[in-house]
């Protein structure tokens, strides 16, 4: 298939062997104009010379610090669009890609001008057979919105169509020009986690839709960046971000504002206590999220 110009933004970050094999994923593709951007978020690993020594047509863009996801994603998706990009797709460094991931994206989108973004259906990386995610629903009165949607079931046909969703996956989600000019980029100040429910509601504000397409599948390994999905980073910012994100978007009153507070912090402490390796630091990292969060301080954790 031959479509408009997908710059491919891999965000890096001390994961140089994932980057490696995600690059060497990507160049199986069959996607015609495609072209890879990867963006060194101040790695000390030596992960930008090796992507540059065994990639040298991929562009490497090093920033002297961690700026986090959203603002080592925005500075790749600002290169996309200065490089003439019809399409920016942000993508994982710990994702693995199917050859054939590119196509069906492109054309969900050029098929439907109301989407914003379209999400590839992301499978486990081990088990390999299983969902990750496959869309997401949003409530807004609830202060934990749970897993993803047919997490852990078992992967969608590719014959599926493409369907809407209440939230986007930043990480492996192909955004047209058209959207980035309109909705705007990630917020920064969110750093990393729940800027890409951010962006889907302002999506939405917007009058656009984000779509899951099924034929499109990635796989992941998940939250490997940050050590795991109940690891005192991860929890920290999936409890501070999530608890922003909706009461930026879905002001309750003060009854509804502390059930929908208790929730989450009820449901990250449950998480660390069960889940976590490392339990007290875990309980620490919830405690912290919940204090920044109610003094506003956003950013990477301190």
């Known amino acids: 298939m031959t479509g408009g110009l997908v710059v491919v933004c891999v965000l890096s970050w001390n ?3 994932d980057t490696l094999a995600c690059l060497d994923s990507l160049g199986h593709v069959t996607y015609e104009r495609l072209q890879l951007v990867v963006v060194d978020n101040g790695s000390v690993d030596g992960s930008a010379d090796a992507v540059e020594a065994a990639f040298p047509s991929v562009r490497v863009l090093r920033l002297a610090e961690n700026r986090g996801f959203a603002g080592g994603m925005n500075a790749a998706f600002r290169e996309a669009l200065r490089s003439g990009g019809e399409y920016a797709l942000a993508l994982n460094n710990d994702m693995v890609v199917d050859p054939g991931f590119v196509a069906p994206l492109v054309a969900a989108l050029s098929s439907d001008p109301r989407a914003a973004a ?6 486990f990386a081990d088990p390999p057979d299983r969902i990750w995610y496959a869309g ?18 078992s992967p969608l046909p590719p014959g599926t169509p493409p369907y809407e969703t209440d939230r986007a ?3 492996a989600m192909l955004v047209p ?13 969110l750093f990393a986690y729940a800027e890409d429910v951010d962006w889907s509601l302002r ?6 839709h984000v779509l899951v397409v099924p034929a499109s599948v990635v796989r992941h390994k998940v939250s ?13 910012y999936d409890l501070r971000n999530a608890l922003t994100v909706v009461e930026r978007h879905a002001p309750l009153g003060r009854f509804g504002t502390a059930l929908r507070r208790a929730e989450a912090v009820v449901a990250h402490t449950a998480q660390a206590v069960l889940f976590s390796s490392r339990r007290s630091d875990s309980l620490r990292a919830v405690w912290a999220g919940w204090q920044d969060f109610r003094r506003c301080r956003l950013g990477p954790m301190r």
């Open 15 to 17: 994961g140089r062997e």
């Open 118 to 123: 379209a999400c590839s259906q992301v499978l």
């Open 136 to 153: 997401a629903r949003y409530r807004p009165k609830r202060g934990y919105q749970g897993r993803h949607s047919l997490y852990g079931k």
């Open 169 to 171: 996956c930043a990480g």
């Open 177 to 189: 020009r058209r959207a980035l000019e309109r909705v705007g980029f990630l917020d920064e100040e």
């Open 203 to 208: 999506a939405r504000r917007g009058g656009l």
């Open 224 to 236: 490997a960046s940050s050590g795991g999905e109940a690891s005192p980073a991860t929890l920290y």
